[in-house]
């Protein structure tokens, strides 16, 4: 019996070895590889970039970013401003969507009402800003904004704000529009298999032309780093998201894959208490822990380079970025020392933290921290290291649990300094930092209604300097992604870390 | 025998209702699932609007009579991240799971039993060590090591098999192994023992002393009696892999609900845990009680007690 099972596995070897060729990718197919998966075809309700990056190529917006994080015009022809609530935007005719239904202005109006007063939406809460939008003819709506909305174009522009198809939702109910998704955007629905693969293959009524590299892309989920990576060495996939520094050297040295890197707009920072009673009240000890920290050997050191030291929350790429605050920081362990000693923590008084940090969010966080941890101790700052693995984090985090000094990443899709910068006002900070400050207060709200451009840059940068001062956040480094990609293939990363298939091709 | 069976399918109903419970509590405990939802630096009023919407801002006892009076028509509610009947989506994954749960118990029984009766016949020989020493192995290797280290050696440095994925028959054999090898590891050593331990009952010392063929011997009356504990282990492993395949099935991006089952869980996605849970219990019950008629049939003592 035993050697019958035997012969039974042997065949079975023999036949996998003479069909291994079958794995063999076909050229005009492009397999991307994600580390999760699509989490629904509403294109209003995910905040989650794999989502996006399917999305993104199925959709039309009034504007889109390209890969530099400009706005240029896709369903919009342009726009003008009425009154500095109303814009009005002329939309491009011709346009339909994959079931050959045309785009209209209806759907314009029926995608951003949704956005702006469904309250059950995860992008509700951009989009609450919108008062009314309004049909002027088939080819023409205005928005208006409840409050003057200088980033309006960004609101347009970010995900979220994808036309969806008035008709076919309302002919057909949700249900059947998310299992059968239409868009009107360069490629169209196929088919999804929950965690494992979507499939889209190109639109032949594509408004602005059909793709006619690709036959098909497919988006596979594979959740393991060293699976993404075997699946790009054998060729299975021709790109992979997420890849850490230890597979680097195994996708440079293989024939055929390289690795390629491209920013993010996530930076890593520390979150610093400054309430009243804390020792991280007091702007001596808070510019002491900073000075502590030699950002660069953790970004270029433990990192491999994958990030740049930053001292601003805004990333570079964002509206509003301060360019003199970015490559920078501060590292000085004897002036931290003498800080410490000024506030009080001399003579045998210690300074003694509790440090929050997630455990196997961002790359390589927990062992960030504890660098962090050790660079703390050399100037003498006793610190209780608490790693969290990121539910029970973001549990603590979101209910204000932090307690002297938490590490969190974080990123902007909205890619406007308005943002971000929201932090430091002082009801947004209430009860997570307790900073406060009047000057960066009054800014922030002067700017968020100021439509003039280059007023409104210098008031961010003037907040993101103060904020560099008192420090409520110290901001560590600027995240870079990392991108395995088959030498086949012409790819280039975007700050937003968007797939966009148009800009991907066959070399 | 047919009201046994009717005793333990009722004993269903009151283990459902403590099963699902218990989820609901530690999922309500475990944290704010709208904190999952909204980004990290969402304001506060944001997250307020959004838990009001989906009605998380009632009280526990609210929204868990809410659940069961749902369950008790059929609906278990919707996924919080998918927007879609969670029901649905736990059956969308079933099959995957299914199928890799059944080759991988073939695998482990076809693996399993013979190595299990070659070590008891070569009781002491170098093989019943050898074979001993690779369940040892079998029984302490990781599952994601032994994972990887295939996908290393049979799919990258030799592509014999699909690297990871759900297809046909070849995407199959590697995390079937990576499952089996630790369940043959468990069956081998068992169906050896039990083996030896009837070798040495008199019945089949009478069954050598009439002449019968050492093979006779073996199969027919020896083994039959050796697999009440093979049963046993089976069934025990059996939830585990339906629910428990997690690893296997991350490392090989298999599309099941193991993977389904921890991305609700990271998500606080209640109506998708309760769904996988429940359907999970009803899997485990009925295997359980499937392994009950089996120790019947083989040995019909069981059922005279």
């Not at chain 1, 208490?273 to 000075?291: H, L, M, N, Q, S």
């Not at chain 1, 973001?394 to 590490?407: H, T």
């Not at chain 2, 990576?178 to 069954?207: C, N």
Request: proline share 4%; glycine share 6%; aromatic share 10%.
């Amino acid at each position: 019996m035993t050697g019958k099972v035997l012969k039974f596995f042997a065949a079975a070897f023999l036949l996998m070895f003479f069909s291994g060729s079958s794995f063999a990718a076909n050229e005009r197919i492009l397999t991307i590889a994600m580390g999760s998966d699509v989490l629904t075809f509403d294109a209003q309700n995910h905040l989650n970039t794999s989502t996006d990056c399917v999305l993104n190529n199925m959709t039309n917006m009034l504007y889109r970013k390209d890969a530099n994080a400009e706005m240029v015009p896709e369903l919009a022809l342009g726009h003008e401003q009425i009154n500095e609530k109303v814009w009005r935007f002329k939309i491009r005719e011709g346009v339909t969507f994959h079931n050959g239904d045309p785009l209209t202005a209806e759907d314009v109006k029926f995608s951003f009402l949704r956005a702006a007063t469904d309250t059950t939406l995860k992008e509700y809460p951009y989009f609450k800003v919108i008062k009314d939008v309004r049909v002027v003819d088939d080819y023409t709506v205005d928005i208006e904004t409840f409050e003057p909305l200088p980033t309006l174009l960004r609101l347009v522009s970010k995900a979220g704000a994808d036309i969806l198809p008035k008709k076919y939702i309302e002919t057909n109910g949700w249900d059947h529009f998310l299992k059968n998704p239409v868009y009107s955007g360069q490629f169209e629905f196929v088919s999804w298999v929950r965690d494992d693969r979507v499939v889209i293959k190109p639109y032949e009524g594509y408004w602005g032309g059909m793709n006619t590299e690709w036959d098909e892309v497919h988006f596979r989920v594979i959740p393991e780093v060293s699976t993404r990576v075997g699946e790009l060495l054998t060729g299975g996939v021709d790109i992979i998201y997420n890849v850490s520094p230890n597979e680097w050297t195994r996708i440079g040295n293989n024939k055929g894959t390289s690795l390629v890197n491209g920013e993010t707009t996530r930076i890593m920072l520390l979150v610093m208490r400054c309430t009243e009673g804390t020792p991280t009240a007091d702007k001596r000890v808070r510019e002491a822990i900073d000075f502590a920290i030699e950002n660069k050997v953790l970004a270029d050191v433990l990192l491999s380079g994958s990030g740049t030291p930053t001292r601003t929350r805004v990333s570079r790429g964002v509206t509003g970025f301060d360019p003199s605050l970015y490559n920078t920081y501060c590292y000085d362990p004897e002036r931290s020392k003498k800080l410490l000693a000024e506030a009080g923590y001399k003579d045998g008084k210690t300074l003694e933290i509790t440090f929050t940090a997630p455990r196997g969010r961002y790359l390589m966080d927990s062992e960030v921290a504890q660098m962090i941890a050790g660079m703390l101790e050399e100037v003498g700052i006793k610190v209780r290291l608490e790693l969290l693995e990121w539910t029970s984090f973001n549990s603590l985090y979101v209910a204000k649990k932090n307690r002297e000094m938490l590490m969190i990443g974080l990123a902007d899709n909205y890619f406007d300094a308005n943002y971000p910068l929201i932090h430091y006002t002082k009801d947004r900070a209430k009860g997570e930092t307790d900073f406060s400050n009047d000057e960066a207060d009054s800014l922030y709200k002067i700017a968020a209604k100021n439509m003039n451009h280059e007023e409104r840059v210098a008031q961010y940068q003037r907040i993101q300097q103060i904020a560099a001062e008192e420090r409520p956040h110290i901001a560590l480094y600027q995240l870079k992604a990392n991108y395995g990609v088959n030498d086949r293939i012409l790819f280039v990363p975007r700050i937003d870390e968007l797939s966009r298939i148009e800009e991907i091709h066959r070399k | 025998m047919k009201e046994y069976l009717c005793r333990r399918i009722l004993q269903i109903i009151p283990v459902l209702f403590i099963i699902s419970f218990a989820v609901f509590v530690l999922i309500y405990v475990a944290g704010d699932p709208v904190a999952m939802m909204l980004p990290s630096d969402a304001t506060d009023a944001d997250r307020a609007v959004l838990r009001t919407a989906l009605g998380l801002d009632r009280p526990f006892l609210e929204q868990y009579g809410i659940f069961l009076s749902n369950m008790m028509k059929g609906n278990l509610g919707r996924s919080f991240r998918y927007r879609e009947d969670a029901l649905g989506i736990v059956f969308e994954r079933l099959p995957a799971t299914l199928e890799l749960a059944s080759f991988s118990m073939l695998l482990a029984v076809v693996i399993g039993i013979p190595f299990g009766i070659w070590s008891a016949k070569a009781r002491n020989s170098f093989m019943d060590i050898f074979i001993t020493g690779v369940s040892v192995l079998g029984r302490a290797m990781p599952s994601f090591w032994l994972g990887i280290m295939l996908i290393l050696f049979l799919a990258v440095k030799n592509p014999l098999f699909p690297v990871s994925g759900r297809g046909g028959l070849e995407h199959l054999i590697l995390p079937g192994f990576t499952l089996a090898f630790g369940i043959a590891a468990q069956i081998t050593p068992l169906v050896r023992s039990s083996m030896l331990e009837i070798l040495q009952q008199d019945y089949i010392r009478t069954a050598r002393s009439k002449g019968l063929a050492e093979r006779v011997v073996i199969y027919k009356h020896a083994f039959r009696n050796a697999l009440v504990p093979v049963v046993a282990i089976m069934a025990v492993q059996i939830p585990g892999l339906i629910g428990g395949a997690l690893i296997t099935e991350t490392v090989f991006s298999w599309p099941g609900l193991g993977q389904l089952v921890i991305q609700a869980i990271y998500g606080l996605d209640m109506a998708i845990v309760q769904a996988a849970v429940l359907v999970i219990a009803l899997v485990t019950i009925f295997f359980s009680l499937l392994a009950d008629v089996l120790y019947c049939l083989i040995d019909p003592r069981i059922q005279q007690r």
